[in-house]
């Protein structure tokens, strides 16, 4: 999917799916999520207050994650594949 040129170009559907992945992932991590920082185009949604001007939307779920201890790392694969 392009990266629309205008707030018009975003579908509320997609981005609402896209919180949905996020929702998934979060709960499929475990204690890992503790780990996982939030960035790009849904990160808005949870900063701006209700009632102000909303961010144009999203076609993707973007995060990061703390850099920690390697073998407790390796283990992140495990839920990351069952879900």
Do not use: F
Not at 4 to 11: E, I, L, M, N, R
Not at 37 to 50: A, C, D, E, F, Q
Not at 54 to 81: E, I, M
């Amino acid at each position: 999917m392009a990266k629309p040129t205008h707030a018009g170009g975003y579908d509320k559907e997609v981005t609402e799916n896209c919180e949905r992945v996020l929702v998934t992932l979060l709960r499929g991590l475990g204690p890992w999520k503790e780990s996982v920082y939030l960035v790009g185009g849904l990160t808005p949604r949870y900063l701006v207050p209700k009632g102000k001007k909303q961010h144009a939307g999203t076609g993707d779920v973007d995060n990061r994650r703390r850099v920690g201890n390697a073998r407790r790392d390796r283990c992140l694969s495990h839920p990351l594949k069952k879900i």
